[in-house]
């Protein structure tokens, strides 16, 4: 792999000019404003790819946004690694709150990252982190050091669920046959220590809705006398967990994969500082359910968090009215053992209970995707535990991660392919928020790691 790294080592500044232009095409799939765009960033992206060096590049349509797919078949006989991320990003509100555009990318130095990030949304989620691929893809082109066959497959629509993939991976089995897959959509658990996630949290996302008059009226005139549904509303939420911050809703646990005492005490293991952790994030005290560590909390166990609430007047000024209906989105992360549409269907069973008699109540299932957690012996994980070894210069450690990527799961489901889960991003690079951020270090060290990751697996194949 030497010629590999040192073509690296020669090309990273025009990588970092070519990850920027990709930066600037707001992709933001939630926003049908933003359609043009979205599609610009599939162009882009295939363009991106068959510059790389990939064959039989197409940007190929679903009931969605597109999905980008390319290929180098070197050698049949050798294993098939198949690349997965997506172009589409978070929308960036508020937009106040950035300290430069959100398609704007620009280097700034931080207290983390003191050689540099790049400030712009989906530079860490995840057009930098699948971008390194196609640079290391290209690196190994240019020295004849590819050592297996790869396909590429990005899409759209991850950051809305993923709606259109479990038709498109039906219909295109066979083009994306593969023997293992690599995301890096996943994040490092600090900075400059080695480590690789082998288990997501899932998802049940639901929105709620509560009414209660047929219109809104004067809260002078109604104040006291007829039922107030933001008040309420509230309230409902406040029931869906005690006072121990254990979620309430009947059945909620019932399946769940308790963590054998091997995991527990590797997760001890994963170096931890809560005053540094407070102090990424701006907050004086932390707060979970009882009983877990922090760590436990954002990666092994369940949780339930309300992303959006709304109702009444929220114009400038005074407006003094008691609203006829309030709204809110939940999201439940799930743990192994979970079921995203049986917990759905818990919650939307049980949370009309909550309400009085005074007002209707509405549940929506919006999106979910189920839990995954890989194998220990898995010859994808061995490969990736000594990449990172070789180019981190210590031993990688394995921990869950409590995001989502409901992919992963059908991937195993309709193509019987486990995935690796090769992140480089921290969870202070603030993905979904404002000034959303990746380390140049840390996008550099992944173009340098794939290779490696690629031969490591290639070895073992071949072995087995």
Excluded at 72 to 80: N, Q
Excluded at 165 to 191: C, H
Excluded at 331 to 344: F, N
Aim: glycine share 8%; net charge negative; with cysteine.
């Amino acid at each position: 792999m030497e010629g590999t790294q040192r073509y690296v080592k020669e090309n990273q500044d025009r990588f970092l000019e070519e990850l920027k232009e990709l930066l600037k095409i707001p992709s933001i799939s939630a926003d049908p404003a933003y359609n043009q765009d979205v599609l610009d960033a599939a162009e882009k992206t295939a363009e991106l790819l068959r510059q790389a060096g990939a064959d039989a590049v197409e940007v190929l349509e679903t009931k969605g946004y597109p999905v980008v797919y390319g290929e180098k078949i070197k050698d049949p006989s050798l294993p098939i690694v198949l690349v997965y991320g997506h172009y589409d990003v978070q929308p960036p509100d508020p937009l106040e709150l950035w300290e430069s555009g959100p398609f704007e990318p620009v280097i700034k130095k931080t207290e983390i990252h003191p050689d540099g990030a790049i400030f712009a949304r989906g530079s860490a989620d995840d057009k930098g982190q699948f971008f390194m691929h196609f640079k290391a893809f290209e690196a190994m082109m240019q020295a004849d050091e590819l050592p297996c066959n790869l396909k590429f497959m990005i899409e759209g629509e991850e950051e809305v669920g993923s709606a259109s993939l479990a038709d498109f991976l039906q219909e295109n089995t066979d083009k994306l046959r593969n023997d293992i897959i690599v995301i890096s959509d996943t994040s490092l658990v600090g900075k400059d220590i080695p480590s690789i996630c082998v288990g997501l949290r899932g998802l049940s996302y639901v929105e709620v809705e509560v009414k209660g008059t047929d219109m809104d009226l004067h809260s002078g005139l109604f104040g006291g006398a007829v039922p107030n549904p933001i008040n309420i509303l509230c309230d409902m939420i406040g029931q869906l967990q005690d006072e121990r911050n254990h979620i309430t809703i009947p059945g909620f646990y019932d399946n769940v994969i308790e963590l054998s005492e091997n995991e527990k005490n590797a997760i001890y293991k994963i170096p931890f500082s809560e005053a540094e952790y407070k102090s990424a994030i701006g907050i004086k005290a932390l707060h979970g359910e009882e009983g877990y560590s922090t760590f436990e909390r954002n990666s092994t166990r369940p949780s339930l968090d309300v992303n959006g609430i709304w109702g009444g007047y929220t114009g400038e000024g005074a407006k003094t009215v008691i609203p006829s209906r309030a709204y809110a989105k939940i999201s439940m992360r799930l743990v192994p053992g979970q079921d995203p549409d049986r917990i759905t269907q818990l919650f939307i069973d049980h949370f009309p209970s909550l309400a009085p008699e005074s007002v209707e109540v509405k549940c929506k299932a919006l999106h979910g995707g189920l839990p995954y957690l890989l194998p220990e012996d898995d010859a994808g994980l061995e490969a990736a535990k000594e990449a990172m070894t070789k180019t981190f210069g210590s031993e990688a450690i394995p921990f869950r991660s409590g995001g989502s990527i409901p992919i992963v799961a059908l991937f195993e489901k309709v193509l019987g392919s486990k995935s690796v889960l090769l992140g480089f991003g921290l969870d202070t690079d603030v993905i979904h928020s404002p000034n959303e951020h990746f380390g140049l270090n840390n996008f550099y060290k992944g173009i340098e790691t794939i290779p490696y990751f690629l031969k490591f697996y290639t070895d073992k194949f071949i072995q087995k």
